[in-house]
């Protein structure tokens, strides 16, 4: 089907011509006639699946069919990360090229300045992280009276990342007479609940199965001991095809390791983590992009959203914290139906997550092992660090003494010792 056959204009028809798309993915040919009957929306895509163009293009149609309403902001599109936010400009400013649009980009760590300047102008669309965008309606910036579409991209992911209380703030100083669109990759039936807040009677759209990863993308599961990570890490780049690498670490300072210790061996690479300023940020992504790098290690938040051309491995160095987490990852490669392999580290503490991941993607991993990658090399002498999450510490037993060590419970507590979580062992680190 082609794209004139959704009853979309020429100037976006030659902008798509332009970037190269011949006809609409499955998330597209979906949602875009429904979005341009005025309906609330659900969209469930895998990641790479195409689906900003899928409430992008309907919304430029609708907005370039009537005109704009003098300084009043029609579109506000909320995504999780910087990043994403600056992906989505990149993607709406390709498709609205032939078209009089302004639009502007709101998110933190960066000077407060231009943004607020930007919404004084004549922009009609604007892309945001909600932290920062609530920080300039609070202090109200921009006029939001004539606001027509609200868009929730990585909705998941938002509510995830403690964002609900803004966004629910944010929606409030919005006018209740809009369309409202939704996306997201993986949806739990508690977020789906909490759409029906901001949402008026949603279709939803679903492309392919909830929660399973691209189909483009080979799975694997490599079994490694703890210790030999970083050499098997190592030992996998110097193998052929691997062009260009997006490596997860679970921590920033993990991520920094990895880093160090590829620099050590010669294999150049950026990292992409929220401890580096939003520059460094833009730069790592920008040198993977051009191929400068061909690793790039990043954790979870940093890497939210990244679309990034030919990702040919996403490798799990660090077991995904979430069997969401995982879907995004390794969405990040097998893109727009490319081919790409997913490689996941499995130390031997971490079987149980991988039964659980398998369950959840309703598919088994095939365990291999390299060929020629020495497993039986010793653990170094001091021991491994500690197991996946940031695990809650035991009170500490005193040493050398016998306080404590035939006591029941509550009794004969060491001074400044407390009894935790009601006497229960509980783990920060699961799923
Ligand atoms: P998204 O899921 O929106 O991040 O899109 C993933 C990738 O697919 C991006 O690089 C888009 O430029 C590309 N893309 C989106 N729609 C199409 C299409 N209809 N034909 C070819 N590529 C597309």
Redesign the pocket.
Known sequence: MPFAALGLEPRILAA?KE???????PI?AAAIPKILTGVDLIGIAQ???????AFVLPMLQLLASKPPLGRKIRVLVLAPTRELVA?IEE?VRAYAKHLPLKMATVYGGVGERPQVMALRENVELIVACPGRLLDLMDQRHGDWTGLQFLVLDEADRMLDMGFLPSIRRVVKKLPKNRQTLLFSATLSPEIEALTHEFLHQPHTVQVGRRSNPAETVTQIAYEVPRHLKLALLVSLLGQPGMDSVLVFSRTKHGADRIARKLESVNIKCGTLHSNRSQNQRLRALGEFKEGKVRVLVATDIAAR?I?V?GISHVINYDFPMTNEDYVHRIGRTG??NQVGDALSFVCPDEHGDLRSLERFIGRGLPRKRLEGFDYTSAAPPEPPAPPRGPRQQRPQQPRGGDVGRFRGAGQNRAPGEQRRGGGQSRSWGGR
């Open positions: 798509l970037a190269g798309y011949t006809e609409p993915t597209q990641t790479g699946t195409g689906k900003t163009a992906q993607n959203g679309d051309d893109r727009a």
